[in-house]
């Protein structure tokens, strides 16, 4: 495929069209077909011909329209795009696209080629084949040139050849048509015409020393040789393949034979083989269900188990606290400072009211010596 894109290349002109503008080197015969040394530069290689393709079918250059600067995956992607749209025919995947190389390249190819023929309508035509001239008639011997006798001998053999070899190609044709036919191929040309164009060309005919000229007498020779070794041998060998040949056949028959003893003797092991499966299958269904159960049940278990474990921690952290007489301890200190509070506030009271009693007892002293000013107040304190 990869040889025939080039060529339809090179019928597009794409030297001139498409390297000239590209900087590109000319592709070689397996350029696509096999792993470049660089496959970055291929890649890109293989993207600009794809364009440029693209561009001679649709006469459009943003048809495909690929910068180098994009991405590989999206350069690709928009050359699948652009391949559906032409209506082309295969299918791989894109990683075969990606590597710029190998069948799926080169069927890309093949076909934008065919089709950027096709837009420019271009038709390849029948082979032209030049008739052979006819040999003209020999000059004097000692008149031509050398390269001229060299040109004439061999339109000359050819001529001969063609003459004495048709009528052997013929009957080796029917040879083949007819296999009953096993004759020593021989030629029908006429001895008289042999001698006269023997005559003719045998002057300017220029031979070595090593050619002996008896080159098709040898193989006539060497075709009986081996003709009668055919025939002595043949016998002995259709012998030889008849008796394989039976022996094959009793042997396929044998095996047949010893199939069907077979398949009758374990019909019953077969059927009972067949139910066992059937069962399998069934427990093997059972199984699967059964292990699914088990998953969501294990997965039930595992959010038990997280809020067990949650629950044990918050019942551990509440049974500490109140286990914990740290609380009780404190309190009983503090009452116990509050106890020598209060005792020292009442002794400092007492102190007070000591303080007071003594202030008033050394008062009363002292009013006793006042008169009856003093008795009349004291009269008035004792009725309030």
């Not at 008796?243 to 396929?252: C, F, G, S």
């Not at 106890?339 to 009013?367: N, P, Y």
Request: one cysteine or more; hydrophobic letters at 35%; charged letters at 35%.
């Amino acid at each position: 495929m990869m040889e025939s894109s080039l060529e339809k290349l090179k019928c597009l002109d794409y030297e001139d069209d498409f390297l000239v503008n590209t900087n590109n080197k000319p592709f070689g015969r397996v350029h696509f077909a096999i792993k470049g040394d660089n496959p970055s530069l291929q890649f890109q290689e293989f993207l600009d011909i794809v364009q440029w393709l693209t561009t001679v079918i649709k006469r459009d250059a943003s048809f495909l329209s690929i910068d180098k600067y994009d991405d590989p995956n999206a350069s690709v992607n928009k050359l699948m795009l652009a391949l559906r749209n032409l209506n082309y025919p295969g299918e791989f995947p894109v990683n075969k696209i990606k590597q710029a190389y190998g069948e799926a390249c080169c069927d890309v190819l093949n076909f934008l080629t065919d089709e950027a023929l096709e837009s420019r309508s271009f038709v390849f035509g029948a082979p032209k084949h030049n008739e052979p001239e006819e040999p003209e008639d020999a000059e004097p011997e000692g008149e031509a040139d050398e390269d001229d006798i060299e040109d004439e001998v061999e339109i000359a053999e050819d001529d001969f050849n063609a003459g004495m070899f048709s009528d052997l190609h013929q009957n080796e044709a029917d040879n083949l048509i007819d296999p009953a036919n096993h004759q020593i191929i021989e030629s029908k040309v006429d001895p008289i015409e042999w001698k006269t164009e023997l005559e003719r060309v045998g002057p300017r005919l220029r031979t070595s020393k090593n050619a002996g000229g008896k080159e098709w007498r040898t193989h006539i020779d060497q075709t009986t040789k081996h003709e009668g070794t055919i025939r002595k041998e043949l016998p002995e060998t259709e012998a030889s393949l008849q008796m394989i040949n039976k022996e094959l056949a009793d042997a396929v028959e044998k095996m047949q034979s010893k199939e069907k003893y077979v398949n009758s003797q374990f019909a019953n092991l077969k059927n009972e083989f067949q139910s066992i499966k059937e069962s399998m299958k069934d427990i093997e269904s059972k199984f699967q269900g059964s292990s699914g159960n088990v998953s969501l049940l294990q997965n039930d278990l595992a959010d038990i188990s997280d809020e067990l474990s949650e629950i044990k921690a918050t019942m551990d952290s509440r049974g500490s606290s109140m286990t914990d007489t740290s609380p009780l301890v404190k309190i009983k200190a503090a009452l116990q400072e509050i106890k020598s509070e209060i005792k020292d506030f009442e002794l400092r009271i007492g102190v007070v009211g000591h303080t007071l009693l003594a202030g008033q007892v050394l008062i009363e002293r002292r009013g006793d010596g006042d008169g009856d000013v003093d008795a009349l107040e004291d009269d008035d304190d004792e009725s309030l």
